[in-house]
């Protein structure tokens, strides 16, 4: 199951047909579609000029069980939680018993970012991402061709 937020670091899915039309119809990319899986953690992407930040929260999180990676042009954050905890009496009772897990991803499209340069930290279950823009070089739109 699939959902739409609101946020242009897009999760790519590249068998649906409307990603492109949403461009068209609400603007801009980095405010349209992002698209998230039920079990996903909430993120906020703002534009601070020169560079966009990330922010994912992943409270509970240790910093081993995040994996961050690029491929493609896609920036993939994935998260897994196995914890158990079990409380005994002295004879061997429980009293209670507990079991974790959870599997978290999101996926982003990173088209407008320069993917080498991209740093993260992960602080009291906060994720923040820095992501720089790229470096757009103006070219003139006119050109003259010489003819042989």
């Known amino acids: 199951m699939m959902n739409r937020n609101c946020n242009w670091l897009t999760t790519y ?3 649906d047909p409307f990603q492109k039309l949403d461009k068209v119809f609400f603007g801009d990319p980095f405010f349209s579609n992002a698209t998230t899986a039920v079990a996903a953690f909430g993120t906020d992407v703002t534009d601070e000029g020169d560079f ?3 922010t994912a929260d992943l409270p509970g999180f240790k910093k081993d069980d995040i994996q961050i990676d690029v491929d ?3 920036l993939t954050i994935s998260a897994e939680r196995n914890e158990e905890t079990e409380d005994q009496d002295k004879k061997g ?3 209670r018993r507990e079991r974790t897990y959870g599997s978290y991803k999101r996926s982003f499209d990173l088209s407008e970012v320069d993917d080498d340069k991209i740093t993260a930290k992960y602080v009291d279950g906060v ?3 820095e992501l720089p823009k790229k470096q757009i070089q103006e070219v ?3 050109k003259s061709i010489t003819i042989d």
């Open 13 to 15: 899915d590249p068998f």
């Open 52 to 54: 966009y930040k990330l």
């Open 72 to 74: 493609n042009g896609i």
């Open 93 to 95: 009772r429980y009293i």
């Open 127 to 129: 994720l923040t991402l």
């Open 140 to 142: 003139d739109s006119k």
